[in-house]
């Protein structure tokens, strides 16, 4: 094995390890500086990574290699597997429950596209906001298909066709454990279990325990909601969701546009 391709593999490696950072290691460092500088060697992490089913996002000093995985790949983390890590049942109304906490949480994170584009800004979200972020769109969207007159109830032979927001309204937000504890069935237990998922990887930063649970948003994260920001935030755009509450009392403003999501 050449020298190249062993430390192609190793730059990699520690890339996979998303909590550590290269201020906080010697050789980490190192090696970003050489892919960052020798575009001999940054192609071999490229190919190493893709050898891998992995692409690489991004390469910096503050948060290391960013990698995505492709479909194919033994890293990609599906919904049907998180799910099923995170819930007490894998069905297909759960992934949904837990699709949207990211969707919101990547939405109350960055709500401007001018956030998402700056690698100094430093977003904040809570577990309570993201579940009333998502649990106000819902309940426009149920009003906006009352107005069109669509069917409230899917075709009972098709339960998986049932709309995500119904089954995001459906569930309880936060039932009682009876000792006062969270219950991971409900949405703000589901919306715990997705910070603290990012939070594993890298991706928020605990700040505090108000509202449920307080993060701040990490380089690591946004490189990631960049990469998928025209299919998140091409959602929201098309679900005609502006602007909704956090359930703080503030509005919070999410100016994405069509012509926003087409630049990313």
């Known amino acids: 094995m050449s020298t190249d391709t062993r430390d192609a593999a190793r730059l990699i490696a520690f890339g996979l390890r998303p909590k550590v950072r290269p201020a906080r290691d010697a050789e980490y460092a190192a090696l970003v500086r050489r892919y960052r500088g020798d575009a001999t060697f940054a192609d071999a992490v490229t190919s190493v990574a893709f050898g891998m089913d992995l692409i690489v996002l991004d390469v910096d000093d503050s948060h290391g290699l960013v990698a995505a995985a492709t479909e194919d790949s033994p890293f990609a983390v599906r919904m049907g597997d998180y799910a099923r890590r995170t819930a007490?049942?894998?069905?297909?109304?759960?992934?949904?429950?837990?699709?949207?906490?990211?969707?919101?949480?990547?939405?109350?994170?960055?709500?401007?596209?001018?956030?998402?584009?700056?690698?100094?800004?430093?977003?904040?979200?809570?577990?309570?906001?993201?579940?009333?972020?998502?649990?106000?769109?819902?309940?426009?969207?149920?009003?906006?298909?009352?107005?069109?007159?669509?069917?409230?109830?899917?075709?009972?032979?098709?339960?998986?066709?049932?709309?995500?927001?119904?089954?995001?309204?459906?569930?309880?937000?936060?039932?009682?454990?009876?000792?006062?504890?969270?219950?991971?069935?409900?949405?703000?237990?589901?919306?715990?279990?997705?910070?603290?998922?990012?939070?594993?990887?890298?991706?928020?930063?605990?700040?505090?325990?108000?509202?449920?649970?307080?993060?701040?948003?990490?380089s690591r994260y946004r490189v990631q909601v960049l990469d998928a920001g025209a299919r998140l935030f091409g959602d929201l755009v098309r679900l005609g969701v502006p602007a909704i509450t956090d359930g703080t009392g503030t509005l919070v403003t999410l100016v994405w546009t069509d012509d926003a999501v087409a630049e990313l």
């Open 88 to 218: 007490s049942e894998g069905r297909a109304a759960e992934r949904v429950l837990h699709a949207l906490a990211h969707l919101g949480a990547a939405a109350m994170a960055y709500p401007r596209p001018a956030d998402l584009a700056n690698p100094a800004y430093v977003g904040r979200i809570t577990v309570n906001g993201v579940d009333a972020f998502v649990r106000e769109a819902a309940r426009r969207l149920a009003e906006l298909a009352a107005a069109d007159g669509e069917e409230l109830d899917p075709p009972t032979d098709q339960p998986d066709l049932e709309v995500a927001w119904r089954v995001y309204q459906r569930r309880a937000a936060s039932p009682s454990s009876g000792d006062g504890r969270r219950v991971a069935s409900s949405t703000t237990g589901m919306v715990g279990k997705a910070l603290a998922f990012l939070a594993d990887h890298g991706m928020l930063a605990p700040a505090g325990d108000e509202r449920g649970g307080t993060y701040r948003t990490t």
